[in-house]
C-alpha cells in the first residue's frame, strides 16, 4: 500500500464520542463533534455523529463546505469568528455561527436576509484565555443589539479556554461563567438554548464531582480524536489514544560517519549524531508534512532530525530496512498537519 498514509479507526473515534457523550449525558451536557483537526473529513464526522455527537462544529468554512458536498444535513456550526469575506458562504453551509464583532453579525444578518433564512449566532465571550470573545462588560449590550436585528437569532453564549493561554478552567471560571449567562438572560429578558463552556480542555472540569452549573455544550475535537486532556497531555479515561496511524516508509539505510552540525535543524528536533560511523535511516516524511516533533516513535527507535521532505532516524535496525514501514502515533499538532497535507492519503 502507498505511503504516506495515515490509517483511521472509526470504530475507536466512535468508542470515544460514545464514551464522552454517555459521561457528559448525566450532567446534561451535550457533545458537538469539531472537525477541524481533521479537515472536516467525513468519515470522521459521521463517527462522532454515530457516538452521539448532536451536531458538529468546523473552524473553516471549507470544511464545512466538503461535509455539505458529502451530504451531511446536521447542524454544523463555524466556531471561528467569521471573516467578513466569507459572511455569504458561512450563511450557505453553516446554520450557526460563534462571533465577537458586532459588524460581522450584522454582515451575517444582512446575508441571510437576503437568502430569506435565519443564521443563528452564539456569543463568545471571553473568559481569560485572550484569545477570541467579547469582554463580559459589553456582552449585555452586544447581546441587545443582537436580538433585535433581523435575519439573525442569538442562539446562546459560548466561551473558550486554554486554546491561546495554557491555564484549563478552572471551577471559579467557569462558575463565574454560568453567572454571566444568567445575569445576562435576566438584564435581557430572554432565555438561552446553548450555554456552550469550551473545548477538551473542560473536560475533566465537566467530568468532576461539581455541578456544571449552567454549561449545557461542550465543543469536543481532540479529546475524541486522540483520547487526550490537552492540557495535560493524559489519556481521559479509558479512551483510545491511538485511532489515527501515520504510516510512513524507509527510503535510505546507511552506516554513515558521525557527528554532523545540526545548528540548521530545528532544535526541538535534533539530537546529537554519534562521533562514530553508525547506521542511520531516512523516512520519507517531513516538515512539509506534518510536525515532526509531534510524532511518537516506535519502540527501539530515535527520530535524530529532519527537514522538508526527510526525517533522519536511528535505532532497531531489523526495522529500518528499505522499504519498511514505520507507525508513528501523533499528537495533535502532528495529526492537523497531516490530514492537511494533500501528499498523504487517508484510510478508514
Ligand atoms: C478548536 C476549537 C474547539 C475544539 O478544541 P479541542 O481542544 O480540539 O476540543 C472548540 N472551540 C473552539 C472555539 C475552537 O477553536
Known sequence: MTAPRIEIDLHKIRQNTRYLVENLESREITVTGVTKAVCGHPGVAQAMLDGGATDLADARVSNVERLREAGFTCPIAMIRTPMLSQVDRIVH????????????????????????????????????????????????????????????????????????????????????????CSDIEEACGLSLERISGGNSANVPWALGLRSPGRIDNLRLGEAILLGVDPVTGDQIGDLHTDAFTLVAEVIETKVKPGPVDLSFADPDLARPVPDVPCERSIVAIGLQDTDIAGLTLPEGITGLAATSDHFVVRGAVSQLHTGSELKLQMNYSALMRAMSAPEIIKIT
Open 93 to 180: 453551509s453553516c446554520d450557526t455561527s460563534y462571533n465577537t464583532e458586532i459588524n460581522v453579525i450584522k454582515r451575517l444578518a444582512a446575508a441571510a436576509v437576503l437568502r430569506q433564512t435565519v443564521h443563528n449566532v452564539i456569543l463568545m465571550v471571553e473568559m481569560g484565555d485572550m484569545r477570541e470573545g467579547i469582554l463580559p462588560e459589553n456582552l449585555k449590550a452586544i447581546v441587545q443589539q443582537v436580538t433585535k436585528m433581523p435575519g439573525v437569532s442569538l442562539k446562546g453564549i459560548g466561551a473558550n479556554f486554554a486554546c491561546l493561554s495554557a491555564a484549563a478552567p478552572d471551577a471559579a471560571t467557569m462558575t463565574a461563567f454560568s453567572a454571566l
